[in-house]
């Protein structure tokens, strides 16, 4: 069964605090994504990987860092967390036009 | 500047009624348009994917049309059921592989009531 799985599905952090939320793939895609999604707004690209060590900034990449060492990995990294980077967190993965899954998302609430 | 709008932002219909939500753009290229469905508290389930100049898909009771000339695409619901109570969101891809971008939609929530 294909799927993208995140954790945690929900935290809570206080400001300054750094954030770890992981995401995997056991599709072997070679392209993953983390969006973001607030209120009344599209998700928002933060950062996009095109295989292991190879990323690339998003539309919305500050206080964000990623890392994939391993393809069916990819990690969203926030640094000293701020209270607008509360929000619904999305990875997702593809491997064309055809099939692009997502996971249930990450419900972060920065305190 | 948001490249794609919309309509409605809610609906409410009753179980059994048809609907029809509308997605407008400006996202160049458009290679591609994408619907999908989300839950509440959930991801993105993609229900159809449109390519061609003028396109029409269908997939059981969804049906979509895209249509680039008028940077157009509509989703038709028939015979709604409860559990088609979710977002739906518009998503245009500007080229075909993954070193395009996706533009997304704020979404139409429909609810589907009794």
């Known amino acids: 069964d294909m799927k993208v799985t995140q954790m945690p599905r929900y935290l809570i952090k206080r400001m300054g605090e750094n954030v770890l939320l992981e995401c995997g793939q056991d599709?072997?895609?070679?392209?993953m994504y983390w969006y973001r999604q607030d209120p009344g707004l599209g998700l928002q690209l933060i950062y996009i990987?095109?295989?292991?060590?190879?990323?690339s900034e998003g539309d919305i990449p500050k206080g964000y860092r990623v890392s994939r060492k391993k393809r069916e990995h990819f990690s969203l990294i926030l640094d000293s967390a701020k209270t607008n980077q509360t929000s619904v967190y999305f990875c997702?993965?593809?491997?064309?036009?055809?099939?692009?899954?997502f996971g249930h998302g990450t419900k972060l609430s920065v305190l | 500047k948001t490249q794609v709008e919309q309509s409605p932002q809610s609906l409410v219909v009753r179980q059994g009624e048809n609907c029809v939500l509308q997605?407008?753009?400006?996202?160049?290229?458009?290679?591609?348009l994408r619907w999908f469905k989300q839950d509440t508290g959930k991801g993105l389930v993609s229900l159809t994917v449109l390519v061609d100049q003028k396109d029409k898909t269908s997939n059981g009771r969804y049906s979509a049309t895209l249509d680039k000339d008028a940077k157009h695409s509509t989703l038709h619901i028939t015979a709604t059921l409860l559990d088609d109570t979710a977002t739906y969101i518009c998503?245009?891809?500007?080229?075909?592989?993954?070193?395009?971008?996706?533009?997304f939609g704020a979404g139409t929530q429909l609810i589907v009531i009794p």
């Open positions: 599709m072997s895609h070679e392209t």
């Open positions: 998503v245009v891809g500007d080229r075909g592989s993954a070193l395009g971008r996706l533009h």
């Open positions: 997702a993965s593809s491997l064309d036009n055809e099939r692009l899954f």
């Open positions: 990987s095109y295989d292991v060590d190879s990323n």
């Open positions: 997605c407008n753009y400006s996202v160049t290229p458009d290679n591609h």
